[in-house]
T-cell receptor
Framework: GAGVSQSPSNKVTEKGKDVELRCDPI?????LYWYRQSLGQGLEFLIY????????KSGLPSDRFSAERTGGSVSTLTIQRTQQEDSAVYLC??????????????FGPGTRLTVL | KNQVEQSPQSLIILEGKNCTLQ??????????LRWYKQDTGRGPVSLTI?????NTKSNGRYTATLDADTKQSSLHITASQLSDSASYIC?????????????FGSGTRLQVQP
């Protein structure tokens, strides 16, 4: 596809349930980033991948959050035992690689997660 | 600690008017600065990138400035349109790799009214 895609676009779940969010990066982009954006707040870094490896997981807020990337392409962000404070928009971005600070990150439309 | 601060937090202007958004940063060693536009319900889209040696760069009605000495940048919007209503995010990159390179501002929410 032409851009970064994410699915689902909206997800409503009950507290305590697990959710999986998917990101399809731009073809050929080796770096992939996950961010969280709470209502009216700035972007909060969660994790990034260079290829299938995640050199920096320090942004994950708790051990309920995990992410994986397979085949250097699709990534899934999993939140276990969701809590109401997990409600936010989860944005994914990709770039050519993470080795240059000039590489633009292209963002997907986000997944709006609501935990009831 | 690397930080990016934006002002104002929100702004309301009338269609056709100009406005200027501010970004102050403490990121070292500095590499570049981007302004992103984020429409409601969409991901951010890059408007412009500025490197250390650039003072001004334009993209249509958007003009960004950079003063690397005072570590300030501004985004000037000329003859605003309703479609300019969005959040504008300042992102500063350090000469580093990976996610550590980027520091995000919290954004300025602009509303253009008819």
């Amino acid at each position: 596809g032409a851009g970064v895609s994410q699915s689902p676009s909206n997800k409503v779940t009950e507290k305590g349930k697990d959710v999986e969010l998917r990101c399809d990066p731009i073809s050929g982009h080796t770096a992939l980033y996950w961010y969280r954006q709470s209502l009216g707040q700035g972007l909060e870094f969660l994790i990034y991948f260079q290829g299938n490896s995640a050199p920096d997981k320090s942004g994950l807020p708790s051990d309920r959050f995990s992410a994986e990337r397979t085949g250097g392409s699709v990534s899934t962000l999993t939140i276990q035992r969701t809590q109401q404070e997990d409600s936010a928009v989860y944005l994914c971005a990709s770039s050519l690689d993470s080795g240059s600070s000039y590489n633009e990150q292209f963002f997907g439309p986000g997944t709006r997660l609501t935990v009831l | 600690k690397n930080q990016v601060e934006q002002s104002p937090q929100s702004l309301i202007i009338l269609e056709g008017k100009n406005c200027t958004l501010q970004c102050n940063y403490t990121v070292s060693p500095f590499s570049n600065l981007r302004w992103y536009k984020q429409d409601t319900g969409r991901g951010p889209v890059s408007l412009t990138i500025m490197t250390f040696s650039e003072n001004t760069k334009s993209n249509g009605r958007y003009t960004a400035t950079l003063d690397a000495d005072t570590k300030q940048s501004s985004l000037h919007i000329t003859a605003s349109q309703l479609s300019d209503s969005a959040s504008y995010i300042c992102v500063v990159s350090a000469r580093d790799t990976g996610r550590r390179a980027l520091t995000f501002g919290s954004g300025t929410r602009l509303q253009v009214q008819p």
